[in-house]
């Protein structure tokens, strides 16, 4: 099943139902008006969601045009939104190029951080950004949906309450971060909002891609329409989903509608390309000792998708382009 978040004059947009091939939807307001009050009521809504989705393939209901600018992200605001950073060939490489030592708890223990989630952008809209000496890039990542999880669990029961999967840019301000993560407090303004896929799609619409909690199918990234990056989300991912949303509630419970990101994926062999310019930058900076790829300039564009062996768009594309505030 595929769902989505139509843009209205609501803050949460209107939660619709989406085809297979992402061509056609149908709103459900008699079973719920958005994704987030179905997820509340997920047990008994999904099965109704399901029936609209199969009537939707089927040509057995009345649809309209699936058009990806007019979607929101599918949580418009989220209760929560916490990133992992799963995939250590990418941590690697950026204390390597910082000359820091990995610590070997990262082997054990997953680093995650809070981010905000009041303001979650949708598929097509712009990256909004005070100045390009920021340092604005982008950061291909998978993150998934929840249901309650109850605090404590193991990873293993974990992995019932994984709901939906979406695609993320999880935007990132490079040249604000060090000053802040100085401070040992995290970081806050270099962290602006993240966007999503134009649909969150159930465990059954990914077949066989979906193994041992991860999404083995290469992350596509276009920075200006040149391929950037086709790493592949399960091959080097240290900690599955299951992994990182137990790990987010050892020491308290996660609503529904709490989404968990992956990090930046990575991988290790480095013919696969990258998810994020900073992982090119160090790169650059460990073999030649400058980094030579600049930050992302206004005009700049990113397009990040999936597909499918058959070349079918899994949630179809996050394509944005940088602007500067208004």
Known sequence: MKLGTLKTRYRDGTLVVVDKQLK????VPDIALTLQAALDDWHDI???LEAVYQALNTGACASMPFEPEQMAAPLPRAYQWLDGSAYLSHVERVRKARGVPLPPSLFDDPLMYQGGSDILLGPHDAIVAASEDYGIDFEAEVAVITDDVPMGGSAADAAAHIQLVVLVNDVSLRNLIPGELAKGFGFLHGKPASAFSPVAVTLD???GAWQDNKLHRPL????NNQLFGQADAGADMQFDFARLISHAAKTRCLGAG???GSGTVSNYDLSTGHSCLVEKRVVEIIESGTAVTPFMRYGD???IEMLTPQGQSIFGAIEQVVKPCP
Do not use: G, N, Q, S
């Open 205 to 207: 619409e990914l077949d």
């Open 46 to 48: 999904r099965p109704r």
């Open 24 to 27: 056609r939807y149908v709103m």
């Open 220 to 223: 596509t990234v276009h920075w």
């Open 301 to 303: 564009r990113v397009r």
């Open 258 to 260: 709490t989404i968990v």
